[in-house]
């Protein structure tokens, strides 16, 4: 009988085959050693979600803040997804948006990369996010990949090692692990988080895993107040909601809710030992892009690897969920027929 796979135990093997998740933490010294941006040009893949035309806005205003560092958008490549009606549709009035405030529409991401020092990945479509940031990290171009990161766990780590061999830092995340009342909860406001709820719309959409499309703006909020460790997974499934119950490995509880109706919001609850706390409003996207600045500024990554990558499992095991009616699913199994998956995908890479 076989050993069981866990996810600890992915961590420390892959790093001995070669499939390791070498940006768990501050890449800082990849800088050190002379990567440093040598400009503040910045290049936008996808102009298929309204995140590219809002990241605009912010950066190529006249009077942008000074925590945005004088970084400005030059430069777009348009084509996000190819097949998803609602995210091809925007493309020509995003163009249209983004071309009023200075940025000029290129045909390719080689284009693209002759013009820019760094890349925001827009594209909505996680199924192209593979594709599209192979020619970034061979580029040497410091990257921030928008949710999701990818449409499957497996594309996932297989960024990370691409990533990793062009010695390239990379991140992902929602704008939702970046509000205040998050970051409070992570710097120790209520103590050890014993657990918590978050909640978010869940709009579905037949090419993705059903979270990673819109669900993951709240798994990541759950995840920034709760950490890594979940072990298993039940999931609970109707036409308007979904609720996804984990259990981490110490014991605790976190819950994801998905709505369908009524009003989208985002917030939660988070339980410490000093007392709860309300989790929201959404707020907006200057923090994330103030957190992306700061990473294009420094390579420090503010989100590990490790961190992403568990919520991608957390919401593959949701869809196992559902497939066996609620019936529980470790995410052992989920990060075991991924990690292989990326093997196949790496030989062909690297």
């Known amino acids: 009988m076989t050993q069981p796979f866990n996810r600890r135990k992915f961590i420390k093997t892959t790093a001995v085959t070669g499939i390791g998740l070498g940006f768990m933490g501050n890449v800082s010294p990849l800088f050190a050693k002379g990567r440093e941006p040598v400009g503040k040009r910045v290049g936008i893949i996808g102009l298929d979600t309204s995140h590219s035309v809002e990241y605009t806005k912010v ?58 020092d760094v890349v925001l990945l827009e594209t909505n479509d996680g199924r192209r996010h ?6 970034v990290l061979k580029a040497g171009k410091v990257m921030f990949i928008d949710k999701p990161i990818a449409a499957s766990l497996a594309d ?20 939702l692990r970046f509000m205040s009342s998050a970051q409070e909860v992570v710097d120790g ?7 918590a709820d978050a909640y978010s719309p869940c709009t579905l959409e037949k090419t993705h895993p059903d979270f990673f499309w819109y669900g993951i703006h709240g798994v990541e909020l759950l995840y920034t107040v709760m ?8 999931r609970v499934h109707t036409e308007g909601t979904d609720v996804a119950v984990g259990t981490w490995e110490d014991g605790r509880i976190g819950t994801f809710r998905g709505t369908r109706t009524g009003k989208h919001l985002y917030g939660g609850t988070a339980y410490g030992e000093n007392g709860n706390t309300v989790l929201g409003p959404f707020e907006g996207y200057n923090s994330l892009l103030t957190e992306i600045i700061q990473f294009f500024q ?16 957390f919401m593959e095991a949701a869809d196992e969920s559902r497939l066996i009616n609620g019936g529980t699913v470790n995410l052992d199994e989920i990060w075991k027929r991924a990690r292989k998956e990326a093997q196949k995908k790496l030989k062909e890479l690297i």
């Open 59 to 116: 950066l190529n205003a006249t009077d942008a803040a000074p925590e945005f560092g004088g970084y400005k958008i030059v430069a777009a490549y348009p084509q996000g997804s190819l097949d998803i009606e609602s995210s091809t549709s925007r493309i020509p009035g995003y163009i249209e948006e983004v071309k009023k405030r200075g940025v000029e529409i290129v045909d390719s991401i080689p284009a693209l990369l002759e013009k820019v």
């Open 130 to 135: 593979l594709e599209q940031a192979i020619p």
């Open 156 to 175: 996932a780590i297989t960024i990370f090692e691409v990533a990793k061999h062009y010695k390239v830092p990379v991140f992902s995340s929602s704008s």
């Open 189 to 195: 406001k209520i103590g050890k988080v014993l657990g």
């Open 227 to 234: 950490g890594t460790g979940c072990k298993s997974l039940v």
């Open 298 to 313: 420094t390579g420090n990554v503010p989100v590990k690897a490790e961190d992403t990558l568990e919520i991608c499992a």
